[in-house]
């Protein structure tokens, strides 16, 4: 199995930043993806950014491109999502996800990603 350890996250004010962390453990894959989702209070869960190992290849959600980055540790097997530019809109519980699908390809839909973080919140106020 895997295990998905999330950190970060907190309350800031809009413009402002944050980062979230998350590093994996367990069994390990040649290749994969991390990434993470959100999911606000009455929405479905939706995809945020996510990386591949071992192309590095990223994909990041229209709403938070240019805001957003995305960067991994292969040591640590870690993937870290700096938050710039916070919005109100941004609020939300984010999820740490891992993706075993073979492929250089990352999948947005939910049914592509195997194991969750327990998720960490982050709240804009305006």
């Known amino acids: 199995q895997v295990q998905l350890v999330e950190s970060g996250g907190g309350l800031v004010q809009a413009g402002e930043s944050l980062s979230l962390s998350c590093a994996a453990s367990?069994?390990?894959?040649?290749?994969?993806?991390m990434g993470w989702f959100r999911q606000a209070p009455g929405k479905e869960r939706e995809f945020v950014a996510a990386?591949?190992?071992?192309?590095?290849?990223?994909r990041l959600t229209n709403n938070v491109s240019g805001r957003f980055t995305l960067s991994k540790d292969n040591a640590k097997n870690a993937v870290y999502l700096q938050m710039n530019s916070l919005k109100p809109e941004d609020t939300a519980v984010y999820y740490c996800?891992?993706?075993?699908?073979?492929?250089?390809?990352?999948?947005?839909?939910?049914?592509?990603?195997?194991?969750w973080g327990q998720g960490t919140q982050v709240t804009v106020s305006s």
């Open positions: 996800a891992l993706s075993k699908t073979f492929s250089d390809y990352i999948y947005e839909t939910i049914d592509y990603w195997d194991y």
């Open positions: 367990g069994r390990t894959f040649v290749n994969y993806a």
């Open positions: 990386i591949r190992w071992p192309s590095g290849r990223t």
